[in-house]
């Protein structure tokens, strides 16, 4: 839920008080609930599964769980917390968090993110150039992929059937093996 009436910037969002997590988009603050039991399960295996993978391959991307700071457009105007970013372009990393569009990115839907997950943080990250997003839906028990580089439809596939990590290839499992 936004915070009514002011237009925030970057500066709002750095000097935020300590414990209080919060999205930046179009000048308005998202804050952030803690996440439940389940969604840190979720962000937790699928961030291993990823990074063994990458790790297994000797891969150059990197992979960050959130908290992590993504300045989405790299014009100092969004800033966003995704659950897991996956950034293949060491030039976009500094020590405050990404600078410009991960190619991967995850989002674990919580009651209160959905309408953001679905579709302000959607549109933002198909305008900013993410190759690929999942909209991991726990309550829908269903994986919404989209894979913005190929301007394909989006695909919903249930927990129970194999996922396949569109920027990789061949990389596949299933979100109801991981809960």
Partial sequence: MPLPEKRYTSDDYWNLPDGERAELING???MMAPPSRLHQELVHQLSRIIGNYISDKRGDCKIYPAPFAVNLNADDTVYVEPDI??????????????????????????????????????????EAGVREYWIVDPEKERT????????????????????????????SFTIASLI
Wanted: hydrophobic residues 35%; charged residues 25%; negative net charge.
């Fill in 28 to 30: 308005q603050l998202y």
């Fill in 85 to 126: 970013s996956v950034i293949c372009s060491k030039d976009k990393l500094t020590d405050k968090g990404c600078v410009g569009a991960p190619d991967f990115i995850i989002e674990i839907v919580s009651p209160g993110s959905r309408k953001l997950d679905y579709s302000i943080k959607n549109g933002k990250y198909a």
């Fill in 144 to 171: 919404t992929v989209y894979h913005y580089d190929e301007d394909s439809a989006p695909v919903m596939i249930p927990f129970d059937q194999p996922v396949t990590v569109g920027i990789y290839g061949d990389l």
